[in-house]
């Protein structure tokens, strides 16, 4: 029996319409926001359901889970990678990343430079960006981050076009804000080699306000998908 997906297309719309109403609210009209769909423990039938709703962007954050579901997914959406990416995984999941957004580390982007290289493709990456000085989460620190950008502007395989961030959970939006800040601050600095196209922030909690703060990339899992599970 085929699986009900009502919740999806109900989920979906909703959404849509908030991204909708907050880009009137915060943005000019040019400026698009996409909204990625998190796939973390979700199965391939659901994934596929809002593909076929409209979904052009997967966040995968788990090497082998989504190796074990690749080969189900319906073709068309860009796959960008947002987890904890290990240097030895790299090779892994290259060659199917439109975007690697968790780049954090010169070892990390050189690694990732090496396979691009052997794939004969120029990855295009972010750099994670440890807003909030959290001890437990990946991420550079603002004040580590241009130097990264400087040493990252001379790897000719990869390409940095933008920033993505996780910020701490806080009930009110100042690391966003923050973000926003670093973002337009290195944006001003036009480092050679370096675009800052894409500031991937916001998730189920706080793309709203996200959006407010100039994200353009937002990505929501538990919002489309419901409740996550563990098995
Ligand atoms: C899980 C995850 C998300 C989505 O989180 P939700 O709160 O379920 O929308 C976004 N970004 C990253 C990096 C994640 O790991």
């Not at 999806?8 to 040019?30: C, F, G, W």
């Not at 973390?40 to 994934?47: D, Q, S």
């Not at 439109?98 to 954090?104: C, M, P, R, T, Y």
């Not at 998730?203 to 407010?212: C, E, F, H, P, Q």
Request: with cysteine.
């Amino acid at each position: 029996m085929a699986a009900d997906f009502a919740y999806l297309d109900e989920n979906y719309h909703v959404v849509m319409e908030t991204i909708k109403e907050a880009q009137a609210k915060y943005r000019s009209p040019k400026e698009a926001v996409t909204c990625m769909a998190v796939t973390k423990t979700v199965p391939a039938t659901a994934v596929n359901h809002v593909i076929g709703l409209g979904i052009s962007v997967l966040g995968e954050n788990r090497v082998q889970e989504y190796l074990s579901k690749k080969d189900e997914y319906l073709p068309g959406p860009a796959i960008h990678f947002i987890g904890h990416l290990q240097t030895n995984k790299v090779k892994q999941i290259l060659p199917d990343m439109a975007l690697i957004e968790s780049v954090d580390s010169a070892h990390l982007a050189h690694e990732i430079g090496k396979h691009a290289e052997r794939c004969g493709k120029v990855q295009d990456i972010l750099v994670e960006v440890n807003v909030g000085g959290e001890e437990s989460k990946s991420g550079v620190a603002p004040s580590e981050l241009e130097n990264l950008l400087q040493t990252l502007a001379q790897m000719p395989y990869i390409h940095v076009r933008g920033l993505m961030t996780v910020p701490p959970i806080t009930t009110n939006d100042k690391f966003l804000a923050r973000m926003q800040e670093i973002f337009l601050d290195i944006s001003e600095k036009r480092i050679d080699n370096i675009d800052m196209q894409i500031l991937s922030m916001g998730m189920s909690g706080d793309y709203v306000l996200a959006i407010r703060h100039g994200s353009n990339l937002v990505r929501i899992g538990t919002a489309l998908f419901g409740p996550r599970h563990y098995g």
